[in-house]
C-alpha cells in the first residue's frame, strides 16, 4: 500500500521559514519521474507550487520562486518543501504528490499558516 505522509506544517510569522517533508513507503520513490507540491487553500482550488522532474529540473509557481525550494532525498524517500520569506498568502494546505511509472499518489496534507 503507497502511502505519502507529509509533516512540518504548522504556525509560522510572516517573514518566517518551514521545512516540510513527505516520505513515502510502499513505493519504488526512485522510480519517480515527477514529484510536487500542491497547496490549497480555504475556498480556492488546489494549485501547483512546486516540482521535481528527475533528470530534467525543478519548477516553481510564480508566487513562491525565489522563497520556496524543493528537494528530494532518495535514500530516505522523502520531498522537501523549504519555505522562507514566508507570506500570509502562503496560508494553505500543503499536499505532496508522486508520478512513479504512470501512477499518481497523493499525500493528506499538512496546514501551513502564517500570521501577520
Known amino acids: 500500500q503507497v502511502q505519502l505522509v507529509e509533516s512540518g506544517g504548522g504556525l509560522a510569522q510572516v517573514g518566517g521559514s518551514l521545512t516540510l517533508s513527505c516520505v513515502a513507503s510502499?513505493?519504488?520513490?526512485?522510480?519517480?519521474?515527477?514529484m510536487d507540491w500542491y497547496r490549497q487553500a480555504p475556498g480556492n482550488q488546489r494549485s501547483f507550487v512546486a516540482r521535481?522532474?528527475?533528470?530534467?529540473?525543478?519548477y516553481y509557481a510564480p508566487s513562491v520562486k525565489g522563497r520556496f525550494t524543493v528537494s528530494a532525498d532518495d535514500a530516505k524517500s522523502t520531498l522537501y518543501l523549504q519555505m522562507n520569506s514566508l507570506k500570509p498568502e502562503d496560508t494553505a494546505v500543503y499536499l505532496c504528490?508522486?508520478?512513479?511509472?504512470?501512477?499518481?499518489?497523493w499525500g493528506q496534507g499538512t496546514q501551513v499558516t502564517v500570521s501577520s
Open positions: 504528490k508522486i508520478d512513479v511509472k504512470g501512477n499518481t499518489y
Open positions: 510502499g513505493v519504488d520513490f526512485t522510480s519517480a519521474s515527477q
Open positions: 521535481i522532474a528527475r533528470n530534467l529540473g525543478t
